[in-house]
């Protein structure tokens, strides 16, 4: 046996020992049977969610005896557990299958954590009801701001076939209580609604199910007009909603535990009610009429802008503000985090908060569509926090977005969180190892938004890569340090969407085709003249302070209170302007573009320092994309600076690195 290892070691070293990424953070250690032997994992059930649990913790778990326990009594503990551990055994209760497992996990977490694993007394309740990733995955399998290969959804092989990464993706997300997905890009092909697609959804769904994961689909709303020739689809007339209601039923009968839709209506040229003069809840209520038999949620987008003298930032507040109060009770609205969309830094959407009957949650987007792609290194969980921690006044202090959404401020039937996810084929899942951090953070934090960043970060250094001190804590550093770099080389003090109009990955401020949509063009964000530059959203501007609470409407709408890393998207600001440290704006967002291309570098010289703590496949992949990320950031700088220059007419300061 020995020998044959020695060989295969020989013949195939890399294979053997490949760290190529493709574990993500579930890197257990089988547990050594001497151990196995000396304790019991106990569980009276059948249900198959609960022996998932019972098998995870058989298979690794290191520590004394466990009893896994449901008592349904328990009701406000939702899918959460609770532990007690006394130094002789474990016992874990749950209200639903599904929280046993979340523990089991929780177990193997602080165990891969190095916490102590014997005394303990954890209750832990999510946030969220619903914590769930949107794929943007079309079904020829490219993927939208995909930056990690194809579709992991192989829709030619399903339903026959499974590919073993169906149960791998659910038992990641079951990892870190990620309980649903969408499977299909917002710019939803109708085509997913078809029997032929039910049938291969389904058997996502039968992969899914006992990771307590629940499957929700993108839906266009042309469907019944483009699937069943339906002269349109009008959502108050009855033909058409007798089609959905049709539909809704077939897909129960082969996903009894079907979640919902998602949907992206009247946005970026996506059918919806407003074809047929209707408003955005009368579309929704007809979808959610169809669905509350059984239990479904309507997820409708409240990301609709378009090309009018109106501010961008402005329309979704002015289009859904009025319709408070007119949805049914199982339609949630989803916002995306900032106004604008997905930028390195925004604003929270003034929309959290203003409409006090009406569920909302959250979008993030997880995926980097303007943040580098899968090429730089950038942590987001601080960028998460810094929304969900937002103040928004809306119902006096202590309104945070966190607090409207996961409804402490409201009584809503469910809750949910949601972020546009980072994964394709690639073997390491998200292109960039530390991509999958974001995956994790993102699910760490729907289940508590209160964790802290950092210890986030560091649970997830430990789980993937190592507990060594000299690794742990200066990767933890650069991780923290990682956003504010990207903001600074890329748009500091508030510049926003200053990116190349076709791909988002590279800087073009000059952008300004002739006879495209004012709104999707760089300078339409910047203004840049020769006065100053940044985007006057004040009452001299477009008044889109006016769309938040007091005090920050205040607070943003004044040149001299406004935070300085927003100055740019509240204020046009002259060129010589005083900072608050005193150097004038051009000098500041010179040397702001230079702190984040020396950011970059410092990470680089940091990562390199570390080459004797992992293995050389993931220290190597990872010190190449920090190369490119080094050299785009030169790039934003450069670009940005260079052409800025040509409107301030001052001289970018000595002490910086000239432009190259
Ligand atoms: O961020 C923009 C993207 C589009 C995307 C859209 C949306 C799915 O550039 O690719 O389309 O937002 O969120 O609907």
New binding site residues.
């Given amino acids: 046996m020995r020998r044959l290892f020695f060989l295969l070691l020989l013949l195939f070293p890399c294979s053997l020992f490949a760290e190529d990424g493709s574990q993500l953070w579930l890197r257990y250690t089988p547990v050594d049977k001497h151990i196995a032997q000396q304790r019991t994992i106990s569980l009276q059930a059948k249900d198959q969610t609960m022996q998932l649990a019972k098998q995870e913790l058989e298979s690794y778990w290191r520590g004394s005896s466990i009893s896994l326990r449901l008592d349904k009594k328990i009701k406000k503990l939702r899918d959460g557990y609770q532990i007690k551990g006394d130094g002789t055994g474990v016992e874990v209760v749950a209200a639903e299958p599904a929280g046993l497992l979340y523990a089991a996990y929780h177990l193997l977490r602080l165990q891969e954590t190095g916490a102590d694993i014997e005394h303990l007394d954890i209750e832990e309740i999510p946030d969220y009801d619903i914590r769930i990733l949107n794929h943007?995955d079309n079904l020829d399998r490219t993927v939208?701001?995909g930056y990690a290969g194809y579709s992991l959804w192989k829709w030619d092989e399903l339903p026959k076939q499974l590919s073993p990464r169906y149960e791998q993706y659910a038992r990641a997300n079951a990892s870190i209580g990620i309980n649903a997905t969408v499977l299909n890009?917002?710019?939803a092909s109708p085509q997913i609604l078809t029997a032929d697609y039910l049938e291969k959804v389904k058997a996502l769904a039968d992969a899914f199910r006992k990771y307590g994961i629940k499957v929700y689909l993108s839906a266009n709303f042309s469907s019944p007009k483009v699937l069943d020739g339906l002269s349109d689809s009008d959502p108050l007339r009855k033909e058409v909603q007798a089609w959905w209601v049709a539909k809704v039923k077939e897909i129960y009968t082969h996903i009894p535990d079907f979640g919902g839709f998602l949907v992206?209506a009247n946005?970026?040229g996506q059918p919806g009610p407003q074809d047929y003069g209707r408003t955005h809840a009368d579309g929704a209520n007809m979808l959610a009429d169809a669905l509350k038999p059984y239990g479904g949620v309507v997820m409708w987008r409240a990301?609709v802008y378009n090309p009018t003298e109106e501010d961008r930032a402005k329309q979704a507040y002015q289009e859904f503000v009025p319709l408070d109060g007119k949805f049914r009770d199982n339609v949630i609205i989803q916002i995306k985090n900032g106004p604008i969309?997905?930028q390195p830094r925004e604003p929270f959407t003034p929309l959290f908060g203003a409409m006090e009957k009406t569920p909302q949650m959250v979008e993030f987007q997880i995926t980097q569509?303007y943040l580098g792609f899968s090429n730089h290194l950038v942590y987001l969980a601080p960028l998460f926090k810094e929304t969900l921690d937002a103040e928004t006044y809306s119902q006096g202090p202590n309104s945070s977005v966190a607090r409207i959404t996961d409804s402490s401020l409201g009584n809503h039937q469910k809750t949910a969180i949601s972020a546009v996810a980072n994964i394709g084929e690639d073997t390491n899942w998200t292109g960039h190892h530390f991509a999958q951090a974001n995956w994790y953070a993102f699910g760490r934090l729907a289940w508590n938004h209160q964790l802290s960043s950092e210890q986030i970060a560091e649970e997830w250094i430990y789980q993937t890569f190592t507990d060594e001190p000299n690794f742990v804590q200066p990767v933890r550093q650069l991780m923290m340090d990682s956003r504010e770099a990207v903001v600074d080389y890329m748009m500091p003090l508030g510049l926003h969407h200053i990116f190349a109009f076709d791909h988002?990955y590279g800087p073009e401020p000059w952008g300004d085709r002739k006879g495209g949509r004012p709104d999707w063009m760089p300078w339409y964000y910047h203004n840049a003249d020769t006065v100053g530059i940044g985007f006057d959203r004040t009452k001299s501007g477009s008044d889109a302070v006016s769309q938040y609470h007091e005090p920050l409407r205040t607070l943003y709408g004044d040149i001299k209170s406004c935070p300085e890393n927003l100055l740019l998207w509240f204020h046009h600001v002259p060129w010589g302007h005083t900072m608050k440290n005193g150097r004038t704006l051009w000098d500041e967002l010179c040397f702001r573009y230079d702190r984040g291309v020396q950011d970059v570098r410092e990470f680089q010289k940091t990562w390199d320092r570390l080459e004797q703590y992992i293995d050389a496949q993931r220290f190597t992949e990872v010190q190449s994309k920090l190369k490119i990320q080094a050299k785009d950031a030169v790039w934003w700088k450069d670009a940005c600076l260079l052409y800025f220059q040509a409107f301030s007419n001052m001289p970018i300061p000595y002490e910086l690195e000239r432009p190259i």
């Fill in positions: 943007w939208e701001r890009n917002v710019n992206k946005s970026e990301f969309d997905f569509e988002h």
